[in-house]
Nanobody
Framework: QVQLVESGGGLVQAGGSLRLSCAAS????????LGWFRQAPGKEREFVAA????????KYADSVKGRFTISRDNAKNTVYLQMDSLKPEDTAVYYC??????????????WGQGTQVTVSS
């Protein structure tokens, strides 16, 4: 069983930055592929970024490519999402997710409770 707790959300002006963190319990954290998703009001949840368990390969949605960076610190059981050049359309609840695999996948077994990110224009 893995528990995920997100933090770092908040209110920021357009063009600003935020860094989300997701702390995980359960071992071994290093064997889990981790993802970030978001859900805006009235919209479906969408993929944002993911990082694999072994070599730490990263993958991004086109809408955030070049602005967001996903990283992980296996010693701290934490995955991060650095968000730069934020836009109002990035406003959403952000969730982290985990699955025990070495590959990118669309199926995740564990989810956090979410953290709100609001970008004002």
């Amino acid at each position: 069983q893995v528990q995920l707790v997100e933090s770092g959300g908040g209110l920021v002006q357009a063009g600003g930055s935020l860094r989300l963190s997701c702390a995980a319990s359960g071992r071994p954290f290093s064997l889990y592929t981790l993802g970030w998703f978001r859900q805006a009001p009235g919209k479906e949840r969408e993929f944002v970024a993911a990082i694999t368990s072994n070599v730490g390969s990263a993958k991004y949605a086109d809408s955030v490519k070049g602005r967001f960076t996903i990283s992980r610190d296996n010693a701290k059981n934490t995955v991060y999402l650095q968000m730069d050049s934020l836009k109002p359309e990035d406003t959403a609840v952000y969730y982290c997710a985990a699955v025990r695999t070495s590959k990118f996948t669309t199926l995740y077994d564990y989810w956090g409770q979410g953290t709100q990110v609001t970008v004002s224009s």
